[in-house]
């Protein structure tokens, strides 16, 4: 059974870092793109990076570009989202997910973890 | 950026009824599309891939179409656990962007 798990949410200081991890489980983990997406509080989804299964393209939404990184750790099975000057409008549900363009979208879903920017 | 406009924004429907929710892409492509639902405090779920692919495990109620610019997702006879929110996903290219989500509430 695929299963995604996030980690790492809470609240941080305006101008803050966070990191947030992803354990996979269930599946090959070295064949697959990984995703993280975000919901704001009330909001529609946003997606927000992608690193590819060998871990040599990745992608990020204009919103995070410069001051969020992704990476993998395919020896653990775990993706990770490092997350630097952060501001209240990155408060939101951060959502790992399996896949992105080449997986024609996300087919799993972790059950997400909050991010609460706020002074 | 390719920009996806969904509608309606919300709407109240009955048990039984039949709804189209629409995506319109800024601009064309294939099939590279995908429609997810989601529950409140839950993870989004896949739908739909490629346009008009069922995911597997998802009944048969749920379809999809469309290409070039205009995407439809319909539910043939809606059932009480389909209420929900809706949004469309585009794949075709980076960054990847979902429209901004259709609500499906109770008449």
């Known amino acids: 059974e695929v299963q995604l798990l996030e980690s790492g949410g809470g609240l941080v200081h305006p101008g803050g870092s966070l990191r947030l991890s992803c354990a996979a489980s269930?599946?090959?983990?070295?064949?697959?793109?990984m995703s993280w997406v975000r919901q704001a509080p009330g909001k529609g989804l946003e997606w927000v990076s992608v690193i590819s299964n060998d871990g040599a393209t990745i992608y990020y939404a204009e919103s995070v570009k410069g001051r969020f990184t992704i990476s993998r750790d395919s020896s653990n099975n775990m993706f990770s989202l490092q997350m630097n000057s952060l501001g209240a409008e990155d408060t939101a549900i951060y959502y790992c997910a399996r896949g992105g363009q080449s997986l024609s979208g996300f087919d799993y879903w972790g059950q997400g973890t909050l991010v609460t920017v706020s002074s | 950026d390719i920009q996806m406009t969904q509608s309606p924004s919300s709407l109240s429907a009955s048990v039984g009824d039949r709804i189209t929710i629409t995506c319109r892409a800024s601009q064309g492509f294939r099939n590279d599309l995908g429609w997810y639902q989601q529950k409140p405090g839950k993870a989004p779920k896949r739908l739909i891939y490629?346009?008009?692919s069922l995911q597997s495990g998802v009944p048969s109620r749920f379809s999809g179409s469309g290409s070039g610019t205009e995407f439809t997702l319909t539910i043939s006879s809606l059932q009480p656990e389909d209420f929900a929110t809706y949004y469309c996903l585009q794949y075709n290219s980076y960054p990847l962007t979902f429209g901004g989500g259709t609500k499906v509430e109770i008449k």
């Open positions: 490629a346009a008009s």
């Open positions: 269930g599946f090959t983990f070295s064949n697959y793109a």
